[in-house]
């Protein structure tokens, strides 16, 4: 059973349009949510994350907004440009420590010049 | 270069041998993590570590696979009597370990497993 859910595995933006990567989670428990961008042959980077103290979080070009009620985040890239070409993970955790992260399936977004 | 390190980058195996895989932590790091991606599959959480103490090895199947963190030294995942279903992208993450709650994980560049 997936814990956290990415339905879109692929999203095609244009340059200097809004991305919007959605993310499902079941888990009540979950408190702590990331989101990771990931290029081929390399690791995952971090990029954002939230608390569930917030309902929204930003960083430069990067917003990820969440909705407690619908469990349910997104992140928003605005402008878009070629290089956030990339896999996006929604990473999530609970727990008094919370330093296990359950990671989604992943969205492959491309950013069409 | 300061980042988390894991080598080697890409490991063939045939079916029955043994798989070490390594990992060094960011300088400053004592946090270790051990992530498997399985093609078209996010990652999946497999054990954390501290010097000398598994944390957390709820991920970790429960036959042929352990993980260490000795004082001195990389984190090593060892993988034994390899199957073909072992074969992934193994990321090792690192973090500061200052008990920030959900403190970020800083990610390697893989593993790469093929079991043949």
């Known amino acids: 059973d997936q814990q956290v859910k990415q339905n879109s595995p692929s999203l095609s933006v244009q340059e200097g349009r809004i991305s919007i990567l959605n993310c499902d989670y079941t888990n009540s428990m979950f408190d702590y949510f990331l989101w990771y961008k990931k290029y081929p042959a390399e690791g995952p980077t971090f990029l954002i994350s939230i608390s569930s103290i917030k309902d929204k979080n930003e960083d430069g070009r990067f917003t990820v907004f969440l909705n407690k009620s619908a469990k349910h985040l997104s992140l928003h890239i605005v402008p878009s440009q070629p290089g956030d070409s990339a896999v996006y993970f929604c990473?999530?955790?609970?727990?008094?420590?919370?330093?296990?992260?359950?990671f989604g399936p992943g969205t492959r977004l491309s950013v069409l010049p | 270069n300061a980042g988390v390190m894991q080598n080697p980058r890409h490991l063939v195996r045939r079916r029955g041998q043994e798989a070490r895989l390594r990992c060094s932590p960011m300088?400053?790091?004592?946090?270790v993590y051990w992530y498997r991606q399985l093609p078209e599959e996010g990652l999946k959480f497999m054990v954390y570590?501290?010097?000398?103490?598994?944390?957390?090895e709820s991920g970790m199947p429960k036959e042929r696979f352990s993980a260490e963190f000795p004082k001195e030294g990389p984190s090593i995942l060892r993988i034994q009597q390899v199957v073909r279903g072992d074969s992934a992208a193994y990321f090792c993450?690192?973090?500061?370990?200052?008990?920030?709650?959900?403190?970020?994980?800083?990610f390697g560049p893989g593993t790469r497993l093929l079991v043949l």
């Open positions: 990473a999530a955790s609970a727990g008094n420590y919370g330093q296990n992260f359950v």
């Open positions: 300088k400053g790091h004592s946090h």
């Open positions: 570590l501290q010097k000398e103490n598994i944390i957390d």
């Open positions: 993450a690192s973090s500061p370990g200052q008990g920030v709650r959900g403190e970020t994980q800083y």
